[in-house]
């Protein structure tokens, strides 16, 4: 093993189920496939080696955690090992006194994501009625005493109204807000046609969000995550490959970041098969990005690969079939085009429908 | 702003946590931490909202034998940069 001495963050991807069908969602295409989601005990002991090994940051995150009945359980043992556990939700399904429970246990954040600011927006991109309900367990993290995240992917449809997204936050007295453009993988990318901004959009936002994080600085947290098809060179994917992050998937898989399982030819570990220092340390998947060893040129002799580690991994596989490509954000990439042809096409998109994840959970109202 | 009648706490996302691999104190919050040298970590650890301003660079000047000026310029830029950072606020 070279740099990576030790993980700080562990994501633990408690399910695929979700009651939203979000249609830029993060979970594999093929999440329906996989097997059986961990037990509680298999968490506890999870969460147990990733302390062990150095985690201080837990997000219990999906799918919906909330489906999980065992969350009180995993919270209270995340809390005994005095992690910073981070609960990433949709808000659905959740009543008051389950929220009331998690405070009790010391559930350190709790994250919510909307979709946009208005009801029908909104659940348009969820697939499902959501949104008045979102806006009411918003109301109750903060009533309860939690510090509230407020999350928002942002993408053509919704850019426009990212002022409207700030005063919704303020109003909310959220702690900090995450408005974070999409990254073109997965449904993302199988909808990409539908969400990609243009740059002029993206621009405008991107100003008023500054303006946002400058006016309330102190008080709300403001944080503008750029999509990488309109950066000029990759930000550092997951801080680069195996280097701080490691994710452990529904079914057990122990991963670098959430798509990993989808690059083919590598071999990824199970924690039910092996202790999860050892997959850290040794595991074929977990050390084939490491280093620099697997670059081509130009990463290989490129200053910026101590910074951006090549990119992401998971976009070179997704665009140009080749997980060890270049990744072809970088305007030095050999496969620069495919984004450049993308962004040309943003600017006349032709209609297009969104295509959504079939539902996993009995959902309030599933639309289209 | 921090000024000499502030008692800091730290804000409700942020909490401290000793780390056994770096023997150094984090101050963690939503997604991110911070690595503490001694100094930032005992200021932090004062910010229990209790002690005001003045009562820190206090025990802070004895513990350092440093003269209660220059740790006073020292804790306010400091905590000022904290407070910015939406880490630190002045308890109510």
């Not at chain 1, 969820?126 to 979102?134: I, L, T």
């Not at chain 1, 807000?177 to 997965?186: H, S, V």
């Not at chain 1, 850290?280 to 130009?298: C, K, Q, T």
């Not at chain 2, 301003?53 to 350092?64: G, N, P, T």
């Amino acid at each position: 093993m070279t740099e990576a001495s030790r993980p700080y963050t562990l994501i633990a991807e408690l399910t695929y189920r979700c009651p939203l069908r979000c249609v830029y969602c993060s979970n594999p295409l093929d999440y329906a496939t996989h097997g059986e989601e961990l037990d509680t005990d298999t968490w506890l002991r999870v969460f147990r080696e990733a302390e062990d090994l150095g985690v201080v940051q837990l997000n219990l995150t999906g799918g919906e955690p909330l489906v999980r009945d065992d969350l009180e359980a995993l919270i209270t043992g995340a809390r005994g090992l005095d992690l910073y556990t981070n609960l990433i939700t949709s808000g659905i399904p959740l009543r008051r006194d389950r929220l009331e429970r998690f405070r009790a246990l010391g559930l350190d954040n709790v994250q919510i994501s909307i979709q946009d600011v208005r009801a029908a927006d909104s659940d348009r991109v969820a697939g499902v009625r959501a949104f008045d309900r979102k806006l009411e367990v918003a109301g109750w993290v903060k009533a309860l005493g939690f510090p509230l995240t407020l999350n928002v992917v942002l993408h053509r449809a919704n850019l426009d109204r990212v002022a409207d997204v700030i005063a919704l936050a303020e109003r909310l007295g959220a702690d900090r807000l995450e408005l974070a453009n999409t990254q073109y993988l997965g449904w993302a990318l199988l909808n990409r046609s539908a969400l990609l901004p243009t740059r002029e959009q993206l621009e405008r936002a991107r100003a008023v969000a500054a303006e946002a994080r400058q006016r309330l600085r102190g008080r709300m947290e403001v944080l503008f995550v750029v999509p990488d098809y309109y950066r000029d060179v990759p930000p550092a994917c997951m801080d680069g490959w195996g280097r701080r992050f490691l994710l452990v998937s529904p079914d057990g898989l122990a991963l670098p970041c959430h798509a990993a399982h989808t690059l083919p030819g590598l071999t990824f570990d199970n924690v039910k098969d092996r202790p999860l220092a050892e997959i850290w340390e040794l595991s074929g998947g977990f050390n084939a990005f490491r280093g620099e060893a697997w670059m081509p040129e130009p990463c290989r002799s490129c200053d910026r690969r101590v910074v951006d580690f090549g990119g992401c991994r998971c976009q070179a596989f997704q665009l140009t079939g080749r997980a060890q490509a270049t990744d072809p954000v970088c305007g030095l990439s050999p496969d620069h085009q495919l984004i450049e042809a993308a962004r040309a096409a943003a600017i006349a998109p032709p209609e297009v429908t969104f295509r959504y994840r079939a539902p996993t959970v009995t959902a309030p109202q599933a639309l289209g | 702003m921090i000024s000499a009648t502030t008692r800091p706490r730290l804000a409700s996302k942020a909490r401290l946590r000793f780390d056994r691999k770096s023997t150094r104190y984090m101050l963690l919050y939503p997604e991110k931490g911070l690595e503490l040298n001694e100094t930032a970590a005992d200021i932090l650890k004062l910010c229990t909202g209790e002690h005001s301003l003045a009562e820190i660079v206090d025990q802070l000047s004895r513990k350092y034998g440093r003269d209660a000026p220059d740790v006073e310029r020292d804790v306010v830029a400091f905590l000022q940069t904290m407070a910015d950072r939406g880490l630190v606020q002045d308890a109510p």
